[in-house]
């Protein structure tokens, strides 16, 4: 009997002891919840807001291939202590010791990218803005003018192929660029942009910078892209707006030269084969500034005029 009973004893002391581990398991996770705040939430969702944009930060850049080159090395950092590797541990001690400063280093471009890219959020923009929604008329008539003498110049260029490269600034300044060129700062109109591109006047090879619907500065030099993956039929000009368009939130009109066909760069990518029409669309609906307040308004009254309408018909 006692050897048949000792295993059904070790089993239910086995069970008590599991028991009691999941009983504490349980206070523990109670204790934990009656402490948890309104403020512990708030405090997990932005560290993991930070984390994933970190992570989609580096995705998208090289920036993926630094982080695993220094997870390797802790790797060897972890394995030289286990070891006793006393001359390889105090090597990697000694580097990590300014691995912030190597970080800052390593990781400029991309942590420029980001701070710029938090700017040109809408949080950064209500900030910049002061939470003002107020569209000045005066600005938006300003900006409507250079898009159409834009676009009317980049379709006189497409049927002569003239080479053109122009920027609108936005959100992101680009006084850099601008040092690079000659300061115009003045009204744009279809003759005088059509000079600036004129293939033996001075300022034709440089890109034109347009700052608040203001011909601002032309003859700049822009950045190259440094995307290798981008087709080999695409020339400077097109690099040169693509190196601009991943360095800021610019908009960039390309003219080709060789086949006059019309592109647009935005955000590293470039999309072609634009008509009057479609350019003209498509920069009013990047460049426009739209009024939030109005935008809500004018359908509420509309709708209400129309039924006013409505029942005039009815009586």
Same mark, same amino acid.
């Given at each position: 009997?006692?050897?048949?009973?000792?295993?059904?004893?070790?089993?239910?002391?086995?069970?008590?002891?599991?028991?009691?581990?999941?009983?504490?398991?349980?206070?523990?996770?109670?204790? /934990?919840?009656?402490? &948890?705040?309104?403020?512990? =939430? *708030?405090?997990? @969702? $932005? #560290?993991?807001?930070?984390?994933?944009?970190?992570?989609?930060?580096?995705?998208?850049?090289?920036?993926?291939?630094?982080?695993?080159?220094?997870?390797?090395?802790?790797?060897?950092?972890?394995?030289?202590?286990?070891?006793?590797?006393?001359?390889?541990?105090? /090597?990697?001690?000694? &580097?990590?010791?300014?691995? =912030? *400063?190597?970080? @800052? $280093? #390593?990781?400029?471009?991309?942590?420029?990218?980001?701070?710029?890219?938090?700017?040109?959020?809408?949080?950064?923009?209500?900030?910049?803005?002061?939470?003002?929604?107020?569209?000045?008329?005066?600005?938006?008539?300003?900006?409507?003018?250079?898009?159409?003498?834009?676009?009317?110049?980049?379709?006189?260029?497409?049927?002569?192929?003239?080479?053109?490269?122009?920027?609108?600034?936005?959100?992101?300044?680009?006084?850099?660029?601008?040092?690079?060129?000659?300061?115009?700062?003045?009204?744009?109109?279809?003759?005088?942009?059509?000079?600036?591109?004129?293939?033996?006047?001075?300022?034709?090879?440089?890109?034109?910078?347009?700052?608040?619907?203001?011909?601002?500065?032309?003859?700049?030099?822009?950045?190259?892209?440094?995307?290798?993956?981008?087709?080999?039929?695409?020339?400077?000009?097109?690099?040169?707006?693509?190196?601009?368009?991943?360095?800021?939130?610019?908009?960039?009109?390309?003219?080709?030269?060789?086949?006059?066909?019309?592109?647009?760069?935005?955000?590293?990518?470039?999309?072609?084969?634009?008509?009057?029409?479609?350019?003209?669309?498509?920069?009013?609906?990047?460049?426009?500034?739209?009024?939030?307040?109005?935008?809500?308004?004018?359908?509420?009254?509309?709708?209400?005029?129309?039924?006013?309408?409505?029942?005039?018909?009815?009586?």
């Amino acid at each position: 009997m006692c050897l048949h009973g000792e295993p059904v004893l070790l089993s239910r002391q086995g069970a008590k002891k599991l028991w009691e581990s999941i009983v504490a398991v349980y206070n523990q996770f109670i204790a /934990l919840m009656v402490t &948890f705040k309104a403020t512990d =939430v *708030l405090d997990i @969702l $932005i #560290v993991s807001f930070i984390i994933y944009n970190l992570i989609k930060i580096m995705r998208e850049t090289r920036a993926e291939q630094l982080v695993k080159g220094i997870m390797i090395l802790l790797v060897c950092y972890a394995l030289s202590g286990l070891l006793s590797l006393k001359m390889l541990n105090s /090597l990697f001690t000694s &580097f990590f010791q300014f691995s =912030v *400063l190597a970080v @800052l $280093i #390593v990781f400029q471009p991309e942590l420029r990218s980001a701070l710029e890219h938090i700017g040109r959020s809408r949080i950064g923009k209500y900030w910049m803005g002061l939470g003002n929604n107020n569209v000045e008329e005066e600005k938006v008539h300003q900006v409507r003018k250079a898009i159409n003498c834009v676009v009317e110049v980049a379709n006189n260029f497409q049927k002569s192929k003239t080479g053109a490269l122009i920027v609108f600034e936005r959100q992101t300044k680009l006084g850099d660029i601008i040092d690079t060129g000659t300061m115009i700062d003045a009204e744009p109109s279809v003759p005088m942009i059509g000079n600036i591109f004129f293939n033996k006047a001075p300022l034709h090879d440089g890109a034109m910078v347009i700052r608040d619907g203001k011909v601002f500065a032309a003859g700049c030099i822009l950045p190259l892209t440094k995307n290798n993956s981008i087709s080999a039929d695409l020339g400077t000009r097109h690099r040169a707006a693509l190196g601009i368009s991943e360095n800021s939130d610019a908009i960039i009109v390309i003219v080709s030269e060789e086949t006059g066909t019309i592109s647009i760069a935005k955000n590293g990518i470039i999309t072609r084969n634009y008509t009057r029409e479609t350019l003209s669309m498509a920069l009013e609906e990047e460049l426009v500034p739209k009024d939030p307040e109005k935008s809500d308004r004018i359908p509420i009254i509309t709708g209400m005029m129309k039924g006013k309408k409505n029942e005039r018909n009815k009586n």
